[in-house]
């Protein structure tokens, strides 16, 4: 039905697609994945949630009603 069309295959998508096929065999912890896992994993969802309560917390103030509790 669709033959002669065969793809010209490029070396460096190949290699690619299989770099990201075996990510979790070649992965190594380093300084720089544990930063980053603190910073991205850790830190800011922490900031953002405090972020989020105080700015319920001002609503609340602003209305003058008691403050809500969060976790």
Known sequence: MGGGMEV???KWIEDWNAGR???E????WTR????????FGIALPILVYKG???EFHMQDEDAKRP???FL
Do not use: I, M
Not at 25 to 28: D, G, I, L, P, Q
Not at 32 to 39: S, T
């Open 32 to 39: 720089r994945n544990l930063a980053l896992v603190g910073l």
């Open 8 to 10: 010209n295959k490029n």
């Open 21 to 23: 096929e075996n990510l």
């Open 52 to 54: 989020v309560v105080r």
């Open 67 to 69: 403050l809500r509790k």
């Open 25 to 28: 065999f070649n992965f190594r």
